[in-house]
């Protein structure tokens, strides 16, 4: 004899608004990275440029990302490494996060609480005020490329 499974309704529409959810971020990401792959923040008006370098002519740590991503979808990963380093970092803890994010599993939760512990968080706030400082006092492109 075989056993009839029973959906719980509010169960079906947590799992359908999540993978719309899903979804919604994966069309938002894809049409992101067209505009990106078309258009050199460089060169066009559409992309917001960096306060903090406008204000004091110092880069943020977070300064050359958009012109990274352009080389990146390139192929170019010599210049995107040139624009931003810690655009290497940066783009994979947030993606894990994202992810994470929107899963429900145990294991996904054990892995964003992981990301999300004081440890980890002290630890990137650390690279990315060090890259801030160092990309500022130094010459770090022509040491390191």
């Given at each position: 004899?075989?056993?009839?499974?029973?959906?719980?309704?509010?169960?079906?529409?947590?799992?359908?608004?999540?993978w719309l959810i899903v979804f919604i971020l994966m069309a938002i990401t894809i049409i992101v990275l067209v505009i990106y792959y078309h258009y050199?923040?460089?060169?066009?008006?559409?992309?917001?440029?960096?306060?903090?370098?406008?204000?004091?002519?110092?880069?943020?740590?977070s300064c050359g990302n958009q012109r990274a991503l352009y080389a990146l979808l390139h192929g170019d990963f010599l210049t995107a490494a040139r624009y931003n380093l810690?655009?290497?970092v940066t783009v994979p803890y947030g993606m894990a996060?994202?992810?994470?994010s929107l899963f429900r599993s145990q294991r996904a939760q054990r892995i964003?609480?992981?990301l999300l512990s004081w440890r980890?968080?002290?630890?990137?706030?650390?690279?990315y005020l060090i890259?801030?400082?160092?990309?500022n006092l130094t010459?770090?492109?022509?040491i390191l490329f």
């Open positions: 004899m075989t056993k009839v499974k029973v959906v719980n309704k509010k169960d079906m529409r947590c799992k359908l608004s999540q050199d923040p460089r060169q066009n008006v559409l992309f917001p440029q960096c306060i903090f370098h406008n204000l004091t002519g110092l880069q943020c740590p810690l655009f290497f996060l994202l992810t994470t964003r609480n992981r980890m968080v002290k630890a990137y706030m650390t690279i890259w801030g400082l160092v990309r010459d770090i492109n022509d």
